[in-house]
């Protein structure tokens, strides 16, 4: 598939304990994308594309499950980040892994 400067695909990012799913969620084109990465956006936030809206918004689930699974494994709350490291995987009923990260 080609892709030209104003060409739009989905974008996900890895949450922040504040994050909700349209934080992590969005439409952009590649222009868009460089100016989210002059505003901040950084490959440590993993940022995926995606050309099909359905496995963006599953990704972003699965992003967002596996922060809050994480922050409830040690107790922490928006107002009470994460104090260290965890990695967390969100997996099928057969096992197989959907996503998984270390989170901070």
Request: no cysteine; charged share 25%; hydrophobic share 45%.
């Amino acid at each position: 598939m080609r892709f030209g400067p104003k060409d739009k695909f989905w974008v996900v990012t890895d949450p922040t304990p504040l994050s909700e799913t349209g934080d992590i969620l969005f439409q952009a084109s590649l222009h868009d994308l460089d100016l989210q990465f002059k505003g901040g956006l950084t490959m440590a936030q993993n940022p995926t594309l995606f050309t099909e809206k359905a496995e963006a918004e599953a990704e972003a689930q699965a992003r967002m499950v596996a922060a809050r699974a994480a922050r409830a494994i040690i107790g922490a709350t928006p107002q009470k980040p994460l104090r260290a490291a965890a990695r967390v995987a969100v997996l099928d009923g057969s096992g197989k892994i959907l996503f998984e990260s270390d989170l901070k």
